[in-house]
């Protein structure tokens, strides 16, 4: 399981406060200056959150921080989970490109890094899988940086998720657990 800590937040828009458990990768980013957002109860939408108390992290030694921007390839061929993916990621500054099915994916690996993959497992043109063994073949990306959403839950898609080394979640997703995953992956921390 992934190893939480309770850390006190401030909403920067109405000030209230409430006690969050927060990554490893969570508290980095808000150590090094950074805000994270979450839903805020009193302002009825997703809120940007500092930290009440100055946050310690272990050692990063090895680590890339996250407040870099980072370069993240979204691939999916559902144009509003594309929209609203492209939304959380950009308010990370990171820099996000979209690509609509595994074909644009694979001619945008080819043309440039990317820190992380998100992909659809269900695409026209070519599944995740299809795609993923491509990225395998040409050492595009290691698996551990590649995140996988799907809605099907099938015992063939479980396999190749469970034998493939990628992160997955199913649709329909909770943001704060795509939020978590994401940072995690990005600040390399192991998962479950």
């Avoid at 996000?96 to 998100?118: C, H, M, R, W």
């Avoid at 939020?179 to 990005?186: C, E, R, V």
Wanted: proline residues 5%; glycine residues 4%; contains cysteine.
């Amino acid at each position: 399981m992934l190893e939480t800590r309770e850390v006190l937040l401030r909403c920067v828009v109405c000030r209230s406060e409430k006690t969050f458990n927060l990554t490893m990768a969570q508290k980095r980013q808000l150590a090094e200056g950074s805000k994270l957002q979450f839903q805020c109860s009193y302002c009825a939408s997703p809120q940007h959150w500092e930290a009440v108390q100055a946050v310690e992290t272990t050692s990063s030694v090895g680590v890339v921080p996250i407040s870099q921007p980072k370069s993240i390839l979204v691939v999916d061929d559902d144009d509003l989970t594309v929209k609203l993916l492209q939304k959380v990621l950009e308010a990370w500054d990171a820099k996000v490109e979209i690509a609509l099915n595994g074909k644009e994916a694979l001619t945008k690996l080819a043309a440039s890094p990317f820190d992380l993959l998100v992909c659809d497992i269900r695409m026209p043109e070519m599944t995740g899988q299809q795609l993923f063994q491509h990225i395998q073949d040409n050492g595009y990306l290691p698996p551990q940086r590649i995140l996988f959403l799907t809605g099907e839950k099938s015992a063939a898609v479980k396999q190749f998720l469970d034998t493939s080394g990628c992160y997955y979640l199913y649709k329909p997703l909770q943001f704060l657990d795509f939020s978590g995953q994401i940072q995690a992956i990005l600040a390399g921390e192991d998962l479950p």
